[in-house]
C-alpha cells in the first residue's frame, strides 16, 4: 500500500484511489483509526474536531465562506 503524505492532511477518496488504496485497505485504514471519515468521500489523517471539519470542507468546496470562524484567509495552510 502506498504511504499516504504527512503534509496533506485531507484526502478524496478519488485522491487515494489514485495513489493506490483499494475500497478494502480504505476500510481497514478506517476501522484502524488511520483515516478518519470526515464526510462522504473526503478523509482526515486527523481526528475531526470543528476546525478541521470546516478545513476538510474548504478541501473540498473552496467555494465555501464560513463566516465569524476565522477561515476567511484562504492562504492559510491546510
Not at 17 to 43: E, F, I, K, P, W
Not at 46 to 58: G, M, Q, T, W, Y
Request: charged content about 25%; overall charge positive; some cysteine.
Amino acid at each position: 500500500m502506498t504511504t499516504l503524505p504527512a503534509e496533506k492532511p485531507y484526502f478524496t477518496t478519488r485522491e487515494l484511489r489514485d495513489a493506490g488504496v483499494s475500497a478494502n485497505q480504505l476500510t481497514r485504514l478506517v476501522r484502524a483509526g488511520t483515516l478518519h471519515r470526515v464526510v462522504s468521500g473526503l478523509y482526515s489523517t486527523r481526528p475531526s474536531r470543528r476546525e478541521h471539519l470546516l478545513r476538510a470542507l474548504l478541501h473540498q468546496r473552496p467555494d465555501l465562506v464560513f463566516p465569524g470562524c476565522g477561515l476567511a484567509d484562504k492562504s492559510a495552510p491546510r
